[in-house]
């Protein structure tokens, strides 16, 4: 047992809790920020990195997580968002995890955040360029829809071989008479790459055309992180005659009454409602009362 | 109905504190019990942990199957997440199959190889009746590190260092060189992306899941894919091998300890299938080769046969592969069990946006407002 204690010993640096600042090491941190670099400047390019076993499992926010330990800073104002809650247990979780290690203020406003990590929304309030957006993202490649290795879709995207999702979407066309690409997208980024917004709805697919925040997304499970710089064209795929659909709802949010944000579903007893999913927007609209 | 369960009341603490009581159901874990004495108990579960997680440190193990309940997974996943953050402070040299101390060595292809089969300590004659009368059966006598002694081997032969099975065959011609030849790379310190070669799928193979590397494995050698022929087991070895590792100033190699591991080599009758147009034909032997930490067996022969079925198809065009066990790339994709556990326990993260896109769209399409393109046969052909 002595060697172990050593070895534990020795991977305890200094700072919070054992570990070091925002828990990477600095290596990894380095790893991480130069995949990144490389991402805003091919907007919309999937670059490998190596990514790190983190504290929450595969599949659970790992990669957003590397993107936003590599990023944070210790005068950043950082919010977590699942589903657009944060109130949710993961958003929670992750909050403290990323809290926990840097010591950085955090929020649930999204006006004062200067750092939001988020599965699969963008807050409904306008972010200004302040604002870092990081996106976890389960599946990273926009033609594993069509084709499951790899080695092919890089080629396709290095090709800028897109045909075979263009004709995915004409066959949806021909068959059900509209796009049955739900969440993720498939979105071509300034002319050139085309990537998968992270399983954000359609609805936000639009809010992210021209931003002006940065959008970083971090897949952690496939080892990749690609990126939307500010005020860069992010453009559905579709035909000129048949436009792209974003979510309809025919009710407003039971809560706020807004009719212009993304909502979910909430059954209570026998009614269903429609409510906003950003928790946070949604109860300043409504008064402050607690969804 | 698509509400998220929210972190209000501190609902998260009470989980943990229900799952650390043992939430009635099942005996509470008395905390530390001693990770010593369960490396003791199960030393397969802390090989497979060690071998999983590709940390060698068995104390360290032990401590994380203790901390997880005995999930084998998670247990994984606190080892390598601890690892992460570790320094690494350098790489080993290269050790050589023959390096290995043997304590066990079988050699299912020769009936007389050189040096002998040594049975070593083994329970797979021992018939699989389950002893409910002994409280603790892992007290009960086993074989001794001398019993099974192969009558062929020379007299008086102290197992130790033996040649391996297989070379009087390459000699011969019979067995293709190792090919492509397996450059050390770590992917876990380097970018994914693609041709990192033989090297990075057997360090694929040395962490994979255990039960997925067998099921693949499994799927290859009943038959599925074809091309020609049985595996056969060269040779099984188990016991020790030096690490050395240079030394900084002196640059001579120096041994910093040993490791416990098993070794497989496994020949696959008919070294490619070929090109395209089967015009070439290469008819020797393809020798896959798997190594384990530990001495869980079927990962070593498991990792071997997948080994040689992708060698022997690496000569085919890309993307041909016709199932699991001839492709590489799915298995690099599939066979990582921190990648499929996280992803597919991922499921019970909450999906109420993303799900509720996909009812637009099938609302949408039910609703059936816009007509369908018109598609002519011809078109459609």
């Known amino acids: 047992m002595t060697a172990l204690q050593g070895l534990v010993d020795s991977s305890r640096p200094t700072g919070q809790a054992g570990y070091s600042f925002a828990y990477l090491p600095d290596d990894a941190k380095r790893e991480v920020r130069r995949a990144l670099l490389k991402a805003v400047c091919i907007p919309g390019h999937q670059v490998p990195f190596a990514s790190r076993e983190m504290p929450v499992a595969r599949g659970w926010g790992s990669g957003g997580l590397q993107v936003t330990l590599s990023v944070v800073e210790p005068d950043d104002t950082v919010k977590v968002i699942d589903q657009g809650d944060d109130d949710s247990h993961n958003a929670v979780a992750l909050r403290e995890l990323v809290g926990g290690t840097t010591g950085v203020t955090t929020t649930t406003d999204a006006r004062e955040a200067t750092l939001i990590q988020t599965r699969h929304r963008v807050p409904e309030d306008a972010l200004q360029e302040e604002a870092l957006l990081v996106f976890q993202v389960p599946i990273a490649d926009p033609l594993r829809t069509v084709d499951p290795r790899p080695s092919v879709t890089r080629r396709l995207h290095g090709e800028g071989d897109y045909s075979a999702v263009w004709l995915y979407l004409y066959e949806d066309h021909a068959r059900l008479g509209r796009s049955s690409f739900a969440h993720s997208y498939p979105c071509q980024v300034e002319g050139g790459y085309v990537m998968t917004p992270s399983p954000i709805p359609r609805y936000d697919v639009a809010r992210l055309d021209g931003a002006p925040f940065v959008a970083l997304f971090g897949a952690g499970r496939e080892a990749t992180v690609y990126a939307v710089p500010p005020y860069t064209e992010v453009k559905p795929l579709a035909f000129d005659d048949r436009p792209f659909e974003p979510e309809a709802f025919d009710q407003p949010c039971w809560r706020c009454r807004s009719d212009a944000s993304y909502r979910v579903e909430e059954t209570v007893g026998e009614e269903i409602r429609l409510v906003c999913s950003d928790t946070d927007w949604c109860r300043r609209r409504a008064g402050g009362r607690r969804p | ?381």
Request: charged share 25%.
């Open chain 2, 1 to 381: 109905m698509y509400t998220t369960v929210k972190e209000l009341n501190g609902a998260i603490g009470a989980a943990i504190r229900l799952a650390e009581r043992g939430n009635g159901s099942r005996p509470v874990t008395s905390g530390r019990t001693g990770s010593t004495s369960l490396a003791r108990l199960l030393p397969l579960l802390v090989d497979q942990v060690m071998a999983e997680s590709g940390i060698i440190e068995a104390a360290v193990a032990a401590r994380a199957i203790e901390q997880a309940d005995g999930d084998t997974s998670r247990a994984v996943s606190l080892v390598r997440a601890w690892g992460a953050c570790l320094p690494r402070f350098g790489r080993s040299r290269v050790t050589l199959a023959t390096d290995l101390e043997v304590s066990r060595r079988i050699t299912p292809a020769l009936q007389r190889p050189e040096g002998g089969q040594y049975l070593g300590a083994s329970r797979d004659f021992l018939p699989r009746l389950l002893d409910l009368d002994s409280d603790d059966s892992s007290t009960a006598p086993g074989p001794g590190p001398n019993d099974g002694m192969d009558r062929q081997a020379p007299e008086g032969a102290t197992p130790a260092l033996f040649p391996r099975a297989a070379e009087p065959l390459e000699s011969e011609g019979v067995i293709a060189a190792p090919h492509p030849v397996a450059a050390p790379l770590d992917r876990t310190r380097t970018a994914a992306g693609a041709g990192h070669g033989r090297g990075a799928f057997l360090q694929a193979l040395a962490r994979a899941e255990t039960g997925a590397m067998t099921a693949v494995a499994y799927t290859g050698v009943r038959g599925d894919g074809g091309g020609g022929g049985d595996p056969t087991l060269m040779e099984l070895r188990a016991g020790s091998v030096p690490v050395r590792v240079t030394h900084p100033s002196s640059g001579r190699p120096f041994v910093v300890g040993r490791m416990e591991v098993t070794t497989a080599e496994t020949a696959l009758y008919r070294m490619s299938r070929g090109d395209a147009d089967q015009s070439v034909t290469d008819s020797r032997f393809t020798l896959g080769v798997g190594v384990t930490v530990g001495s869980l067996e079927r990962r070593a022969i498991a990792a071997s046969f997948l080994d040689a079925r992708v060698a022997r198809s690496c000569g085919d065009p890309a993307g041909t592969a016709q199932v699991p066990a001839d492709d590489e790339e799915w298995m690099l994709l599939a066979l990582d069990g921190q990648e499929a556990t996280g992803f597919v326990e991922h499921l019970k993260l909450p999906h109420h946006v993303t799900f509720s896109s996909d009812l637009d769209r099938v609302r949408a399409v039910a609703a059936g407002q816009d007509p369908a393109l018109p598609l002519s046969d011809e078109e459609h052909s």
